[in-house]
């Protein structure tokens, strides 16, 4: 499916972030992290997934980026710029794509920073978890900065707000599941699914979804469309969500203890078909 939607953009996303990855920074950053083999550092695995990306799952938000703006097309009021188009999409529109896929990166390498309280001692000497965390802030922060300098290369005010208003959302979605997730062992507030969604749409949807409309407004195209194309990012990357939350539930192996957290989607609609009190005994039982 990938390589079919990479023919019709015209254009490998696999390569997408390769401009920023030849860097000499990143050379560097690269060096560094080969200290961490033998570890159980989260950096190495995000780092490994760069580079080995056999299911080719962490290009996704760029390439739907594309896709969304090869389907929609120029607007009537930018018909005369259509010189600028390869494969029916702006320059602009890629560059878009890959500020896109910068941000999640980023964001992914900083999720991979671990709570040195909880470590133990065979994950790694704690020299070298210390050394990979200041590395995962260090590598973000590097990949986040490029991003934001493409993003005021693009010179649309518009895009810039939606794009910085879509990365304070992702702040602000991954510190509230950060402060949940250090009580683990504690029972959740009692939050409905609508609670659920705007989570999600704050930590998964924001960055798709604004991506999306920008890609509308790059191409001048109306309110309408630019909200459709919100609506698609957004549902999009909810489905994606949904799906990951199921996993637990109907894997068939029975040996796999994939944990599975009281505020995903099926336990949070179980709670509300069975009700509080009924769903906190089964819990409990």
Not at 124 to 145: E, I, T
Not at 248 to 276: C, W, Y
Request: contains cysteine; aromatic residues 6%; negative net charge.
């Amino acid at each position: 499916v990938v390589s079919e939607a990479e023919k019709i953009v015209g254009y490998p996303t696999s390569f997408m972030s390769l401009r920023c990855l030849l860097s000499d920074e990143l050379s560097n950053i690269a060096m560094q992290v080969r200290k961490l083999v033998g570890t159980k550092h989260p950096l190495l695995d995000t780092a490994r997934g760069f580079v080995y990306d056999s299911r080719n799952n962490l290009q996704m938000r760029g390439l739907v980026v594309l896709l969304i703006s090869k389907a929609a097309g120029p607007s009537t009021a930018e018909l005369s710029f259509q010189h600028d188009m390869v494969s029916g999409i702006y320059s602009s529109q890629r560059s878009l794509a890959e500020i896109t896929e910068l941000i999640h990166t980023a964001f992914l390498v900083h999720r991979g920073i671990v709570n040195i309280g909880e470590l133990k001692s065979c994950d790694g000497p704690l020299k070298d978890m210390q050394f990979g965390n200041k590395m995962a802030v260090l590598s973000g922060d590097f990949l986040l900065a490029n991003a934001c300098t493409s993003l005021a290369q693009l010179q649309n005010t518009k895009v810039v707000e939606l794009i910085s208003s879509a990365i304070g959302d992702l702040v602000q979605g991954i510190y509230y599941e950060n402060s949940k997730s250090s009580e683990e062992n504690c029972l959740t507030d009692d939050i409905g699914i609508s609670r659920w969604k705007e989570q999600v749409f704050l930590s998964h949807s924001a960055l798709l979804a604004k991506s999306c409309q920008a890609a509308m407004e790059l191409a001048k195209h109306s309110a309408e469309i630019q909200d459709m194309a919100f609506q698609y990012g957004k549902h999009m990357s909810m489905s994606h969500k949904l799906h990951s939350d199921l996993q637990p539930f109907v894997k068939e192996s029975s040996t796999d203890t994939m944990a599975f957290s009281l505020n995903s989607a099926p336990a949070i609609l179980h709670q509300e078909f069975l009700g509080r009190e009924a769903w906190l005994k089964q819990i409990r039982e």
